[in-house]
Nanobody, 121 residues
Framework: QVQLVESGGGSVQAGGSQRLSCLASGSTDTIYYMAWFRQVPGKEREGVATIAIYGRTMYADSVKGRFTISQDKAKNTLYLQMNSLKPEDTAMYYC???????????????WGRGTQVTVSS
């Protein structure tokens, strides 16, 4: 089993920056792929960025050039650096992990409880 705990959410003004963290614990040696998703009420969970254990990254078009996903393997921590934030980035952000590469499909085996990001105009 793997446990994921997100942190770093909060309120920020448009144009600002925020960094989310996701601490993984448990059987972390079984994780090969991690991702950030986001969800707003009434909409499906949307993939934002993914990263493979060997470093491959992928971004949704809506965040490309503004968000950066990274990992610190020694700290078992996943990050999402968000710059030039827009009101439409407002959502609950979730960390996900699995041994399978699900890309932006929300079928990862492990999920955190989420952290809220609110961007005001």
């Amino acid at each position: 089993q793997v446990q994921l705990v997100e942190s770093g959410g909060g309120s920020v003004q448009a144009g600002g920056s925020q960094r989310l963290s996701c601490l993984a614990s448990g059987s972390t040696d079984t994780i090969y792929y991690m991702a950030w998703f986001r969800q707003v009420p009434g909409k499906e969970r949307e993939g934002v960025a993914t990263i493979a254990i060997y470093g491959r990254t992928m971004y949704a078009d809506s965040v490309k050039g503004r968000f950066t996903i990274s990992q610190d393997k020694a700290k078992n921590t996943l990050y999402l650096q968000m710059n030039s934030l827009k009101p439409e980035d407002t959502a609950m952000y979730y960390c996900a992990a699995d041994r399978i590469d699900w890309w932006f499909v929300a079928k990862y085996n492990y999920w955190g409880r989420g952290t809220q990001v609110t961007v005001s105009s």
